[in-house]
C-alpha cells in the first residue's frame, strides 16, 4: 500500500513540473516593435509581413500569436515603427487612364500590365502609381488591389507627370517601332512638330501633317518624356517625337507595317480601351475616315488602330477592313 502512495505522489510531481516550466516560458510581445497595425477584412499574416518586410514566423513570434493561420479583423498587431508599407506591384486588368490630379488632367492611356503604386488619396478611391516613364492618378477600382493593400500605402498629395530617361536610355511605357535607316510616317490625326532639337523647346522647323513619310537618320533621345528621332521628311532635317507615355506619333511605313488599314463606315464610330461594347470610350471617329490596324481578336471582330495618336478598339462590323488577316492577334 506504501509503495502505491509513493508511486502516485512521484506521478503527480512529473506530471506537475511541465506546467511549471511552461508559465516560466510565457511569451512575452516584442517591445521594440512600438508600430501598430489594425488586421483588416481579408489579411493574412503574410500580406502583412510583406509590407514590413517580416517573415510569418517573426510577426507571429513578436506578437504571441499561437496560430499564424488565424488573425482576425479589428486585432491589433505590433509592429516595426517607421514603415509604410512601401511601393507595391499591382496589375492594371485593362486600359484605363491616368491623370495629374486624382479626377484632374489627363495624362496618358495606360495598357493592361503591372504598375507600381506608390500612394493613395486619403479616401481610397485614388492610388498614385508609376509605369516606366509615367507617373500619375488611377481610379483604384480599375486596378487589381486589395483593399488592405490600398490602406497600406501612404497618404500622398503629389502631382503626377511624365518624365525622361537619362541620355539615350529611354524607358518608356510602349516600345519603340523604329530604327535609324527607316522608313516612318505621322500616324493619323494631329500633326507633329519638327524641331532643330530633341526637345518641345527646341526651334520650330515645320509641321508634320498625318501620313507624312520620313528616313529615320539618328536617335532616339529621350526628354521630356517624349522619344525623339532625327529625321528627313521631304527635305527638312529635324528631331520629332515617337510616342509619349502610351501614345504613338510615328509607325513603321516600310519593313515593319503590314499595310492593313480600317475605313469607317458608319456615321460615327466609338474608339475603346479594350474589344467590348462597354469598355471605355476614347475617342470618336467618323465616317469616310481610314487608320492604320495594329492589332485584332482572334476571331476578326474587333480591330485595334491607331487613331489621332490614341491606339484603341472598334467593332469590325462598321468597318470596311483591308489585309487584317497579316496584323498580330493581340492579347
Not at 516613364?133 to 477600382?141: D, H, I, P
Not at 530604327?179 to 520650330?204: C, D, E, F, K, Y
Not at 464610330?269 to 469598355?279: D, F, H, I, Q, T
Amino acid at each position: 500500500m506504501l509503495r502505491s502512495k509513493l508511486w502516485l505522489v512521484l506521478l503527480t510531481m512529473l506530471l506537475i513540473v511541465p506546467t511549471v516550466y511552461a508559465a516560466e516560458a510565457q511569451c512575452v510581445p516584442r517591445a521594440d516593435w512600438t508600430g501598430r497595425y489594425t488586421v483588416v477584412r481579408g489579411d493574412t499574416l503574410y500580406r502583412i509581413g510583406l509590407r514590413y518586410s517580416l517573415t510569418v514566423t517573426t510577426l507571429a513570434q513578436g506578437n504571441c500569436l499561437p496560430n499564424s493561420n488565424y488573425i482576425y479583423a479589428g486585432q491589433v498587431l505590433r509592429v516595426p515603427s517607421g514603415s509604410t508599407g512601401g511601393p507595391i506591384t499591382v496589375y492594371v486588368p485593362a486600359t484605363t487612364y491616368a491623370y495629374q490630379y486624382p479626377n484632374g488632367v489627363y495624362l496618358a492611356t495606360l495598357l493592361p500590365g503591372t504598375v507600381t503604386a506608390q500612394g493613395r488619396s486619403a479616401d481610397t478611391n485614388w492610388i498614385f502609381v508609376r509605369a516606366a516613364n509615367l507617373q500619375g492618378w488611377v481610379w483604384s477600382y480599375s486596378l487589381q488591389i486589395d483593399s488592405s493593400l490600398i490602406l497600406s500605402l501612404p497618404i500622398t498629395n503629389q502631382a503626377g507627370s511624365i518624365d525622361g530617361g537619362t541620355g539615350n536610355q529611354c524607358n518608356q511605357y510602349l516600345s519603340s517601332r523604329l530604327n535609324v535607316g527607316m522608313q516612318a510616317r505621322v500616324t493619323p490625326g494631329l500633326p507633329n512638330n519638327l524641331r532643330a532639337t530633341a526637345s518641345t523647346s527646341g526651334t520650330w522647323i515645320g509641321s508634320l501633317p498625318s501620313g507624312t513619310l520620313m528616313t529615320i537618320l539618328s536617335g532616339p533621345q529621350c526628354s521630356g518624356g517624349i522619344l525623339w528621332w532625327q529625321v528627313n521628311a521631304n527635305g527638312l532635317v529635324g528631331w520629332t517625337g515617337e510616342l509619349q507615355a502610351a501614345t504613338y506619333w510615328l509607325e513603321p511605313a516600310t519593313g515593319g507595317t503590314t499595310g492593313a488599314t480600317a475605313t469607317i463606315n458608319t456615321s460615327f464610330l466609338n474608339v475603346r480601351s479594350a474589344p467590348n461594347a462597354s469598355a471605355y470610350i476614347l475617342l470618336q471617329v467618323s465616317r469616310g475616315q481610314t487608320f492604320t490596324v495594329v492589332g485584332r481578336r482572334s476571331d476578326n471582330r474587333w480591330l485595334q488602330i491607331s487613331a489621332n495618336g490614341v491606339i484603341g478598339w472598334v467593332n469590325a462590323s462598321y468597318v470596311v477592313a483591308y489585309n487584317v488577316n497579316s496584323v498580330p492577334i493581340t492579347a
